[in-house]
């Protein structure tokens, strides 16, 4: 290169780099380092800001050309700039390949070693055209596409998004292009003072010609809307899936026997950018088996994600989370069509090779675990089996949505993931801010809580409130306005007294800071302001006073140091009488450190496994009416140690419900029952995740006529059978729940019921012989699908007969729709169908009074029922007896709050005979089914349905 005149050095880098390549009048024979003889007094000044520097290269103009002998690589790279959001992307054309097209063309740190080839060391990576391999720091490579020839135009760039306003980044995403189209891309750590474009060479002859201005997208495409986005990288096997690039809609042609169908979208690389996707299940097809999930590049194209090593996938047909042959399955209830699935990964900053991938459900968070990230990176991934299956995909859907509090937020210098906060910003210079502006603090939303995730290198978190237009490089409290508890000295800023001292010892990862403001102090008190008051793990630290501004203060928070994270929960309640953190339907009020609650929910945030972490529920005593509550395990590993159980008011927390005197408790890992310190021999039954654990008092009299109190425990509706017999009265139980490990979560519903009134429960859960998507406890029957047109549906374990010829369903709940049909149905009738749609069966229609008789067709029958109704279904062996009616037919009538609707039915019997059959159709549908009712009934029944001018009733229900 020609050193330009001193004059011209004023224009900036890219103009010098640019004028000298393009300067015709260089002297022959001049190198890089030499310049010309009007320069020679700046000779050190001009090797140090040199655009340029290579090895065993030549520079020409555009022309960049080896001059090796093929033993040692030549290396160029080029310096005007590092890559960044204004300059990412610049282009080769090999103009010549020599002996053997050995050119690495990438992106490698400034300090980078000239004679090695970019790709082989660490801080680089590049594309090789001799065998079309990508090669990744350590020379570690993998296939990307076919070998490079002679006038193929090689570009290199990083996706602008993985850069912040100030061009920081920790990681980037990098991609290649041939001939403009895009051939792959990877992550690779961004080091510090950047990434610069860098040429290798490796054989006689080999030159390119390099445009550091060129675009990506191409600037001719750039008017054209639906050219901008690069021809799509699709791989799948076109004669087993067929993908619609326009509807981004891909289905399967036909059920593939012994085989599977794969699509990978290579175009969007999973990266901090771009780390989510979405696919809408718009036909279940033959079988429903559809596979969503991330994959290698090179994954085999006949096996579902989730099946092979590298990759890990949700399948829609079962409802498992596959990661490898060996490791990773996670049972949840299979997907409906309609629904939509998402599949994202959470980088961990500092490393690229290991990330968090979760999976979303209709836009709701229901699977987290770490995974290995190979090579090449990670790719959105479909697998599919059978004829009919089509799915709509969404590679730009965002995580979390854009309609969650986040949006309504600012900040600046952290990342935010969800409910997730991490500092991103230069700890020596910055301060970073997160800001939720939903709404500001009032009676309602009157409290916040912040848990420490990640305490950082020096714990400079602030947790407190600031006005809308607080500063963002300011931790609240250090300005007018706003006030912050800051973590790393427990002091509250602004000072709240003369000495500021500090309210905490010190605050450690897993404790959850709160702030709040106390209206009802604030009204009462004569001086102006607000009181503000913090709290750590549910206890009060302090408490000071602050003015507020015109347009309110707002959960504000600051963190000045690497690898602070948080987790932000804006919905919690705090509850002001008894200073103890609390939520409007549990009533938790005494609650360990170890422990975390939000919602109706209880998890377990302890370091140590033999920690034990434990709630008690003061307000909800079994005494009363209150006598039963209920536990979900909503998270636990393969052996829980949760443990549910009765205590007395007062309860050491740090102790497991039975271990110690006036306590009992059932240990869901083992079956153990623990009950004061001892442990008791005959063990139940193990529980695991998803399980519905109860406890219960009851009153009995032992042999000697004294009434005392029997503690029993049931799971998922049925009684287990081992009982205790206790001294401590009922009022002076009260619900415990512990945990020991770090992850369990629980879903309490302290106001459940337990139906006494059978006295061997174990019949309850035998009453059923089948149920589809519904939930049965005792004889209680819920609809549990979340999509509107999927039946669910329960068949009763008794054949109907001379003996049994009559049974009772009331209406509970009425759902959405009401759609509730009592019938009649042979054994192996589908429960995907209300009885009355199929052959073999007949069913009366709650929501429009229709009845149907197998055929799918109604007719008007009778009147629609509301809650509180009862409705009945029995055959009239007597009218058989009476009248000529075919050997294999019966006659069925229909009851309703028992009056028999006049219409009666005859009905041919199916082979095995009728069984009792009940139908649901819409979310939220609850019934009671009855098989002991008589017809007629024993007594006349003046009967007022108390809810008839209603359309539903409350009724409390585990959470799903």
């Not at 006689?204 to 750039?222: C, F, R, T």
């Not at 809609?249 to 990266?271: H, P, R, W």
């Not at 809408?280 to 596979?291: F, H, M, N, Q, R």
């Not at 859907?397 to 969650?404: D, E, L, Q, V, Y």
């Amino acid at each position: 290169l020609k050193r330009l005149p001193s004059a011209t050095r004023s224009l900036n880098r890219q103009e010098s780099f640019n004028q000298g390549y393009a300067d015709a009048d260089k002297p022959d024979g001049i190198s890089a380092y030499e310049v010309s003889d009007s320069d020679s007094d700046d000779t050190d000044d001009d090797l140090q800001e040199t655009d340029v520097r290579y090895e065993r290269a030549n520079v020409d103009g555009h022309v960049i050309s080896y001059t090796g002998r093929g033993r040692q690589p030549g290396v160029c790279q080029l310096l005007r700039s590092p890559i960044c959001r204004t300059f990412n992307y610049y282009e080769v054309t090999v103009t010549d390949c020599g002996e053997k097209c050995a050119i690495g063309v990438g992106l490698a740190k400034r300090n980078y070693p000239l004679n090695q080839m970019p790709g082989w060391r660490v801080g680089s990576v590049a594309f090789h055209c001799h065998d079309g391999k990508l090669f990744h720091e350590r020379g570690y490579s993998e296939m990307m596409a076919t070998p490079a020839q002679q006038g193929d135009v090689i570009g290199c760039g990083v996706d602008a998004a993985s850069f912040d306003y100030d061009d920081n980044a920790d990681e980037v995403t990098v991609f290649f292009t041939r001939n403009r189209n895009e051939i792959g891309h990877t992550i690779v750590t961004y080091p510090k003072g950047g990434l610069f474009p860098t040429l290798g060479f490796l054989s006689e002859g080999e030159a390119v010609s390099i445009n550091l201005d060129a675009k990506w997208p191409p600037v001719e495409h750039q008017d054209d809307e639906a050219a901008r986005r690069p021809a799509r990288a699709l791989r799948h096997e076109p004669n087993r899936l067929q993908f619609d690039d326009d509807r981004d809609i891909l289905y399967c042609k036909s059920t593939l026997e012994g085989g599977v169908g794969i699509f990978q979208d290579l175009n969007y690389a999973i990266s901090k950018g771009s780390n989510y996707f979405e696919v809408t299940i718009l036909d279940l097809g033959i079988k429903g088996a559809i596979s969503i999930g991330v994959a290698s590049r090179h994954y085999p194209l006949d096996q579902m994600p989730g099946w092979s090593s590298g990759s890990i996938a949700y399948h829609c047909d079962d409802g498992m989370v596959l990661k490898g042959p060996t490791s990773g399955r996670s049972a949840y209830t299979p997907t409906d069509a309609g629904e939509v699935i998402g599949c994202g990964l959470q980088f961990i900053q500092g490393s690229m090779k290991r990330a968090k991938v979760f999976f979303t459900r209709n836009w709701k968070l229901f699977h987290e675990s770490a995974i290995e990230i190979p090579p090449g990176g990670f790719f959105p991934t479909v697998g599919m089996s059978s004829a009919g299956e089509e799915v709509k995909i969404d590679v730009e859907a965002k995580w979390p949505p854009r309609s969650t509090a986040v949006s309504a937020s600012r900040w600046e210098r952290v990342h935010v993931d969800g409910n997730l906060i991490e500092y991103v910003g230069d700890m020596y210079r910055n301060v970073g801010i997160f800001q939720s502006l939903s709404r500001p603090m009032n009676r309602e939303f009157s409290y916040y809580e912040v848990e420490i995730v990640d305490y950082g290198m020096h714990g400079t978190i602030a947790v407190g409130l600031g006005p809308k237009d607080y500063p963002l490089h300011r931790q609240p409290g250090w300005d007018t306005g706003s006030v912050a508890l800051h973590c790393n000295d427990g002091r509250v800023y602004p000072h709240d007294d003369e000495s500021n001292e500090s309210h905490v010892d010190s605050i450690v990862e897993s404790d959850v800071i709160g702030c709040g403001i106390d209206f009802e102090q604030s009204r009462s008190a004569s001086s102006k302001g607000a009181v503000v008051f913090f709290t750590r793990n549910g206890k009060e630290l302090s408490r000071t006073r602050v003015a507020v501004p015109k347009d309110g203060l707002y959960p504000t928070i600051g963190m000045h140091s690497d690898g602070e994270t948080v987790k932000v929960n804006l919905s919690v309640v705090w509850h002001q009488s008894s200073s103890h953190m609390t939520d409007r339907s549990l009533g938790i009020e005494v609650a360990s450190s170890r422990v975390h609650i939000e919602g109706n929910q209880v998890a377990y945030v302890g370091d140590a496994y033999n920690q034990v972490g434990g709630v008690q529920l003061l307000s909800h005593p079994l005494s009363g009416l209150s006598r039963y509550y209920e536990v979900k395990l909503v998270n636990a590993g393969e052996r829980p140690t949760i443990c549910i159980g009765l205590a007395r008011r007062g309860y050491p927390l740090e102790c497991q419900p039975g271990w110690v005197a006036d306590s009992i408790g059932y240990c869901c890992g083992d079956g153990s029952l623990y009950y004061n310190g001892n442990r008791d021999d005959q063990l139940l039954d193990p529980a695991t995740k998803g399980a519905v654990i109860g406890c219960g008092v009851r009153e009995k009299r032992n042999k000697s006529g004294q009434l005392r109190s029997e503690v029993f425990f049931t799971q998922d509706g049925k009684e287990l059978k081992r009982k205790v017999a206790v001294d401590v009265p009922v009022r002076e139980f009260h619900p415990c729940i512990s945990m020991r490990r770090r992850g369990e979560r629980v879903a309490v519903n302290p106001t459940a019921r337990w139906n006494e009134t059978d006295t061997n429960s174990s019949k309850n859960s035998d009453l059923f012989l089948r149920a589809e998507r519904v939930r049965t406890r005792g004889k209680t029957v819920e609809y549990t699908s979340d999509q509107f047109g999927h039946v669910g549906a329960v068949q009763v374990d008794r054949q109907m007969s001379e003996s049994f010829p009559y049974y009772e369903v009331r209406i509970i709940k009425r759902g959405s729709e009401g759609a509730v049909g009592v019938g009649l149905a042979k054994k192996d009738y589908p429960l995907d169908c209300q009885p009355g749609w199929a052959p073999g069966s007949i069913g009366f229609h709650s929501d429009n009074g229709d009845l149907f008789t197998g055929d799918g067709f109604g007719r008007a029958f009778g009147s629609s029922s509301r809650p509180g109704d009862v409705l009945g279904c029995g055959i009239d062996y007597a009218d058989k007896k009476r009248k000529e009616i075919t050997e294999n037919s019966v006659v069925v009538f229909f009851t309703r709050n028992w009056k028999r609707l006049e219409t009666k039915t005859e009905v041919p019997v199916p082979v095995g005979g009728f069984f009792p059959t009940v139908g649901m159709h819409s979310k939220g549908d609850v019934v009671e089914v009855v098989t002991k009712a008589t017809w007629p009934p024993k007594k006349n029944h003046a009967y007022t349905n108390p809810l008839a001018d209603v359309d539903e009733i409350e009724l409390t229900e585990l959470p799903d």
